[in-house]
């Protein structure tokens, strides 16, 4: 079944970071923007924002979604520049507005030129993604929309600006800048990886413009947010409960995939996934279950019948003649059900880590 851009705009709405504080410190190579109180004020903005341009495309993205391939059953890795390439180019303008834009002295309004369209994408599709935008809100000050053709190259000078809320013009262009300087090469903050297309602007991911490390836990608990306050409540005991116990948590962001991932030796035990098209999971790389089968033999029928199928690519072993997910190791919804089951998860995750 294919995931719509509508799908993509629910999931975007939730991985959009939730919770941003109301002061921290920003990194000197943008405060030649404006000062710190007002990039603050503008990444909410911008967040705001977002969330609108995700309701609108809820609401009407069937005028917006005209490709149709179908992701692979088991990718949680999506990318939107060849699934839903409306989005990667209303994200490709917003991008270039913010990054070649000049704020003006008020701060009301950002002047641009026609290096903000992307050769690569048609005059059409370009236009059509400046229409989009002023359904969002945005004001285009320099473009007749309502004509049928036009000449790109002939639009020197484009005034934009956001009545509803100024600030979200600084926020946009400060998010940009981080984009293009984190978002479009490996970086590795601490215990966080932004790889190439983390999609730092359309998350609005504030913790790049901090002037200080992110602790892990604050992206956990903005990841599992639109979880039940019982699954939340569980994760984060699992979290510090391994911890506790001496295993390393990473993250890793990929093109609105969210992986955190705990692992011993090097060796991944468990991760949480949230993406587009496996939804919100536990991830378990077991590989020792042979070391305690009487322990496995207490857990529920369908833990039982998970881990008798094994882990690994199922080609491999024999037991499918296509990819069956079975190298991302054995995956368990993160819903309401998993409340049932937490102690045998415990038990399990603590059997394995006897045997790594």
Known sequence: MRRTLKDMARHLKNVITPEIPETYTINPMFRDISNEENIREGVLAFRNFLYKLCDILIAEGDSYDNHKKIIHAFDDRVSISVYYPFLHNVKCLLLSIGFNSVLSENAQSLDVGN???NTKISVTKNIRSLRFLTDCGILIDGIDLKQKKHDLSKFERIKISYPDNPAMLTGLKVMAIAEREFGTKANKFKAISYCRFSDILLRCDYRVLKNNETDVISILKDTIKPLSVNVQDFILQLHQRYLDKGLKCNV???????????SCKRNEIW?????LNNGYQINIKAKNTHKYVDAIEKFPSFLQEMIEKGYGCGKKRGISDSCDGGCRGFRISLDDSIIDISNAIETWFDKE???V
Request: aromatic residues 18%; hydrophobic residues 55%; proline residues 0%.
């Open 271 to 275: 991760g949480i996934n949230a993406s």
């Open 252 to 262: 890793e962001i990929k093109d609105l995939w969210i992986k955190i991932k705990y």
């Open 353 to 355: 880590l006897l045997f």
């Open 115 to 117: 290096n903000i369209f």
